[in-house]
C-alpha cells in the first residue's frame, strides 16, 4: 500500500493517526523507530534549526528539499507544513506537484497571509486572508494534485487570531466546502477548553486535525474519545528536544572541561552509524564492490 493511501485510510477509517514533527531525516526516522503512525515536516522546526523565525524566512526551496530528503528514509506518511503556501491559489497550483513529487502524502495549509507570523508567539501578527480567497487556493491544491489520495488540509487559524469560535467554524465549513480533506483548528490557549468547545460545536462531516503544543493536558485516548479528530500533530517536540539535550551536554563539556562523562550521556557513534543506514551500505559493497 502506498503511503499516500495509508494516510487516506486512516483519515477514512476514523482512528487515530499520530505524526511526529521531524527537522530533518534522522528525526524523521526516530519518529518511524519510535512508533509514530507519520511525520510532520515541520516549518517551525525547519526555521529553527536554521536558527530564524518561522516566518517564511526561509525559501520554498529548502523546505521542499528537506520534505525530500525526509521522505526518501521513512515508510511512513509525511505531512508537509506549507504554511500559507508561498504565495496566492497561482503559487499553490506549481508548488503542490512539486510535494507531490517529493514524497509527501499531504500537505497543510494555513489561512494567514504571506509572509505569516508563527502562532505561538506572543502578541505575534496574525493576520487572515478573506474566506474566498483561501477557499481558490484550496481548491487549487485540489486540482493540481495527481493522486486523489493525496491529503489537503486546510488550517484554520481564526482562534489564533482572536477571531473566535464562531468564526473559525465558518471558515472551517468554507474550507470543507472547497474540498479539503481535514480542518486543522489551531488555539495558543494554555488548557484545551477552547478546542474542546470548538470540537463540540463542530457541525461537519469533514475530520479535524488537532496540534496540542500549547494544551498538553489532552492526551490520546482523550482526543480518541472526542471521535471527529482524524489527525494529532506533535508539532515542535523533536526540535526542542534536540536543542535541550545538545544545550546539556554542551554546557557539561564545558564544565568538565573534556568529554569523559558527557560521553556516558549519550548515544555511542556505532548507533549513530547505525541509524545512518551502515548496514545496507555494507550490502552494497559486498555485492558490487570487487
Known amino acids: ?19 511526529m514533527a521531524a527537522h530533518n531525516p534522522l528525526a524523521a526516522k526516530l519518529a518511524e523507530q519510535a512508533g509514530f503512525g507519520g511525520i510532520w515536516g515541520s516549518g517551525f ?25 525526509i521522505a526518501s528514509v521513512v515508510s511512513v506518511p509525511l505531512i508537509a507544513d506549507i504554511d500559507t503556501g508561498f504565495g496566492n ?15 509527501a502524502s499531504a500537505i497543510v495549509m494555513e489561512d494567514k497571509t504571506f509572509p505569516k507570523d508563527t502562532s505561538l508567539r506572543a502578541d505575534g501578527r496574525q493576520e487572515l486572508v478573506r474566506i ?25 487559524e481564526a482562534l489564533i487570531a482572536g477571531q473566535g469560535q464562531e468564526e473559525a467554524i465558518r471558515r472551517g465549513l ?19 477548553d477552547e478546542i474542546l468547545s470548538f470540537i463540540a460545536a463542530w457541525p461537519g462531516k469533514t475530520p479535524l486535525v488537532l496540534v496540542p503544543t500549547a494544551y498538553p493536558q489532552l ?6 474519545a472526542l471521535g471527529k479528530v482524524g489527525i494529532v500533530i506533535y508539532g515542535n517536540h523533536a526540535i526542542r528536544a534536540a536543542a535541550g539535550a545538545m544545550r546539556k551536554i554542551f554546557e ?5 572541561g573534556g568529554i569523559a562523562n558527557a560521553d556516558k550521556e549519550i548515544p555511542a557513534v556505532a548507533e549513530i ?3 545512518q543506514g551502515d548496514a545496507y551500505m555494507r550490502d552494497l559493497e559486498a555485492r558490487f564492490l570487487r
Open 1 to 19: 500500500m502506498s503511503k499516500n493511501k495509508i494516510l487516506r485510510e486512516a483519515l477514512n477509517s476514523g482512528s487515530l493517526f499520530t505524526a
Open 45 to 69: 522546526e525547519l526555521s529553527a534549526s536554521y536558527a530564524v523565525p518561522d516566518a517564511n524566512i526561509l525559501s520554498m526551496g529548502t523546505h521542499l528539499d528537506m520534505m525530500r530528503a
Open 89 to 103: 491559489a497561482i503559487n499553490v497550483s506549481y508548488i503542490i506537484p512539486q510535494y507531490e513529487a517529493a514524497g
Open 132 to 156: 474566498e480567497e483561501f477557499q481558490g487556493k484550496v481548491e487549487a491544491a485540489i486540482n493540481a494534485r495527481s493522486d486523489t489520495d493525496f491529503v489537503v488540509i486546510a488550517r484554520v
Open 174 to 192: 468554507a474550507y470543507a466546502d472547497a474540498g479539503a480533506d481535514a480542518i486543522l483548528i489551531h488555539s495558543k490557549q494554555k488548557t484545551p
Open 219 to 224: 492526551t490520546e485516548a482523550d482526543i480518541a
Open 252 to 256: 557539561q563539556i564545558r564544565r568538565d
Open 273 to 275: 552509524i547505525g541509524l
